[in-house]
Nanobody
Framework: QVQLVESGGGLVQPGGSLRLSCAAS????????MRWYRQAPGKQRELVAR???????NYADSVKGRFTISGDNVKNTVYLQMNSLKPEDTAVYYC?????????WGQGTQVTVSS
């Protein structure tokens, strides 16, 4: 089993920044994909960014140039640096990890962008 714990959410003004963290513990493998999803009220969950253990990254078009995903394999932690935040970025952000045939989810962290 793998446990994922997100942190770093909160309230920020438009144009501000936040950094989310997702720490993995338990039976972690060295080969994995980690992803950040978000879900706004009344909307479907959407993929924001992903990173592999080799460092390959990709992003949703809506966050390209503003968000950066990175990982620390020693700490088993993935980060999502979010800059130039917009009100439409408001959502619960979830960390997701795929290793082998299994997918794991964190509990989510709320990000609210409002003046």
């Amino acid at each position: 089993q793998v446990q994922l714990v997100e942190s770093g959410g909160g309230l920020v003004q438009p144009g501000g920044s936040l950094r989310l963290s997702c720490a993995a513990s338990g039976s972690t493998f060295s080969i994995y994909v980690m992803r950040w999803y978000r879900q706004a009220p009344g909307k479907q969950r959407e993929l924001v960014a992903r990173i592999t253990n080799t460092g390959f990254t990709n992003y949703a078009d809506s966050v390209k140039g503003r968000f950066t995903i990175s990982g620390d394999n020693v700490k088993n932690t993935v980060y999502l640096q979010m800059n130039s935040l917009k009100p439409e970025d408001t959502a619960v952000y979830y960390c997701n990890r795929i290793q082998g045939p299994t997918e794991y989810w964190g509990q989510g962290t709320q990000v609210t962008v409002s003046s």
